[in-house]
């Protein structure tokens, strides 16, 4: 059973910077696409970034240049580095896991963490 748990929310100010993780079990990690989603309160749940197997990844524009996604296959561990932080990226953010090519389709994506916040204020 895929287990996935999300670590390193927080509140920062605007500009600032904030570390998520994602720590998997229950399957092998290097046989999934994995992601990280995000959802205001009211907002549809939206794609950030992604990373396959072979460590491609692909961001939504709105983060471009500011987030990075990683992965550490040998802790089955998936990070985004999150900087220049601004009060729209406050969210809940929740890592997800997908046995597809590299993706941003939520409907690709089977298996859900529970989420971190991330508040970020002006």
């Known amino acids: 059973q895929v287990q996935l748990q999300e670590s390193g929310g927080g509140s920062v100010q605007s500009g600032g910077s904030l570390g998520l993780s994602c720590a998997a079990s229950?399957?092998?990690?290097?046989?999934?696409?994995m992601a990280w989603f995000r959802q205001a309160p009211g907002w549809e749940r939206e794609a950030v970034a992604s990373?396959?197997?072979?460590?491609?990844?692909t961001y939504t524009d709105s983060v471009k240049g500011r987030f990075t996604v990683s992965q550490d296959k040998s802790k089955s561990t998936l990070y985004l580095q999150m900087n220049s932080l601004k009060p729209e990226d406050t969210a809940m953010y929740y890592c997800?896991?997908?046995?597809?090519?590299?993706?941003?389709?939520?409907?690709?994506?089977?298996?859900w963490g529970q989420g971190t916040q991330v508040t970020v204020s002006s």
């Open positions: 229950g399957y092998t990690y290097s046989s999934y696409c």
């Open positions: 990373i396959d197997r072979a460590g491609t990844t």
């Open positions: 997800a896991a997908s046995y597809s090519r590299l993706t941003l389709d939520r409907y690709h994506y089977s298996a």
